[in-house]
């Protein structure tokens, strides 16, 4: 049980252009799922908070207009990286807690490796 | 506040050797740590997780933890490597209740790449 899936887990883009990355849980809804970065070599970076029906809280120095974040759904959030540059090639991490669960457990997905040409 | 130190970006060991990587903490409120476990271009695995029962946590694969608090330290051992143990590990902190910035988000430390050598 408490399966996450990422679509897609790869994607190449040209630089200007939009993706958008769906992080679904499988088997339980989750009122909050967050999104991370992970730069080659290094640590996980938060990014946002995605709470069902309301706004995503975003970490300081995360532009929300460049990171749209969705959560439309008890099982669903999807993450916009708009006009993608260069520099926005990472490895995007998204991980759900279970509704009403305890709040120190995270299911984390399988991550999508995010190309900007 | 939170913050995660992991000394040793790469850990190396032989087969069958203890493996300890090392994790330090800093938190303005009772933390809960966490280890994680991230094989190559995948998310990440729950190896253990303590949240203020017993200070010696146990955890997948036969890897456990001791919580010190006067340390404040949480570092990783196994006695045995194993090759299919090779991999990236990741400590974490996250603040416990009443609802502050820090209450349930992630901090992440750096990592320690796990190398097992035959």
């Known amino acids: 049980g408490a399966v996450v899936s990422q679509h897609p887990s790869r994607v190449i883009c040209k630089s200007g252009t939009s993706v958008k990355i769906e992080c679904r849980s499988l088997d339980f809804q989750a009122t909050t799922m967050f999104w991370y970065r992970q730069f080659p070599k290094q640590s996980l970076m938060l990014m946002a908070t995605?709470?069902?029906?309301?706004?995503?809280?975003?970490e300081q120095g995360v532009e929300k207009d460049k990171f749209l974040i969705n959560h439309a759904s008890l099982t669903l959030s999807t993450l916009t990286v708009t006009s993608a540059h260069p520099e926005d090639s990472s490895f995007y991490i998204c991980?759900?807690?279970?509704?009403?669960?305890?709040?120190?457990?995270?299911?984390f997905g399988p991550g999508t490796r995010l190309t900007v040409l | 506040a939170q913050s995660v130190t992991q000394l040793g970006s790469h850990v190396s060991v032989s087969e069958g050797a203890l493996v300890l990587l090392r994790c330090n903490y800093s938190?303005?409120?009772?933390?809960?740590l966490f280890w994680y476990v991230q094989y190559p271009n995948q998310g990440l695995q729950l190896l253990l997780k303590?949240?203020?029962?017993?200070?010696l946590v146990k955890g997948i694969n036969g890897f456990e933890a001791e919580f010190k608090k006067s340390e404040t330290s949480f570092h990783l051992t196994k006695p045995s490597a194993h090759m299919s143990d090779a991999a990236e590990y990741f400590c974490?902190?996250?603040?416990?209740?009443?609802?502050?910035?820090?209450?349930?988000?992630?901090?992440f430390g750096q990592g320690t790449i796990l190398t097992v050598h035959p």
């Open positions: 303590y949240t203020s029962a017993a200070t």
């Open positions: 995605s709470n069902e029906g309301s706004k995503a809280t975003y």
């Open positions: 938190s303005s409120v009772p933390p809960y």
């Open positions: 991980s759900a807690r279970l509704a009403g669960g305890p709040p120190d457990t995270q299911y």
């Open positions: 974490a902190v996250s603040g416990r209740g009443g609802g502050g910035t820090s209450y349930g988000k992630l901090t």
